[in-house]
T-cell receptor, first 113, second 115 residues
């Protein structure tokens, strides 16, 4: 049984560039979440999908951020026109249909220079 | 909105000594409670959870946490720590009746076990 997989693990980008991250949840998990974690802080909720439907979005998710889960399996998180303040660890998690606990991937660390 | 307070940002403790990591949450509505552990440059691993039933929950590696509704607390304890327990620990809460699966996390407590 593979866990939640995130790609890439690390991304360095120049300010103003667009970046896209991918998350593959645990097989059969119908809920998928994105969180952001900055240095010295706990993870903060960004958005949540149930199957392909995006059901919740945090106000932290500015217009430059967009997330998709087109077929209810993997998800992508895109950040357009990156800013230095976007530098963080982006965590993906998934939950099974019959449970509430979230299982996290290892994260994608974004550095905007 | 929920908030979670982990009062201690860092806790140093000698090996084989007991430890308590404190967690308080803001709301007395029905909640699910979780402790996650994070090793350097890793994601979060679920350590233990309280969903319902017994207020004392245990993990497979000797940690336990007790849900106290009147004090809105969910403190994590271990009677004897090992070097391998050195990590950052996050407490998280989810409103169980809101139809939302959003987790609200505390800022974390870094546990350092001293040989």
């Amino acid at each position: 049984d593979t866990g939640v997989s995130q790609d890439p693990r690390h991304k360095i980008t120049k300010r103003g560039q667009n970046v896209t991250f991918r998350c593959d949840p645990i097989s059969e998990h119908n809920r998928l979440y994105w969180y952001r974690q900055t240095l010295g802080q706990g993870p903060e909720f960004l958005t949540y999908f149930q199957n392909e439907a995006q059901l919740e979005k945090s106000r932290l998710l500015s217009d430059r951020f967009s997330a998709e889960r087109p077929k209810g399996s993997f998800s992508t998180l895109e950040i357009q026109r990156t800013e230095q303040g976007d530098s963080a660890m982006y965590l993906c998690a998934s939950s099974p249909r019959d449970g509430v606990e979230a299982f996290f991937g290892q994260g994608t660390r974004l550095t905007v220079v | 909105a929920q908030s979670v307070t982990q009062l201690d940002s860092q806790v140093p403790v000698f090996e084989e000594a007991p430890v308590e990591l404190r967690c308080n949450y803001s709301s007395s509505v029905s909640v699910y409670l979780f402790w996650y552990v994070q090793y350097p440059n890793q994601g979060l691993q679920l350590l233990l959870k309280y969903l319902s039933g017994s207020t004392l929950v245990e993990s497979i590696n000797g940690f336990e946490a007790e849900f106290n509704k009147s004090q809105t607390s969910f403190h994590l304890r271990k009677p004897s720590v090992h070097i391998s327990d050195t990590a950052e620990y996050f407490c998280a809460v989810m409103d169980s009746g809101a139809g939302s699966y959003q987790l609200t996390f505390g800022k974390g407590t870094k546990l350092s076990v001293i040989p």
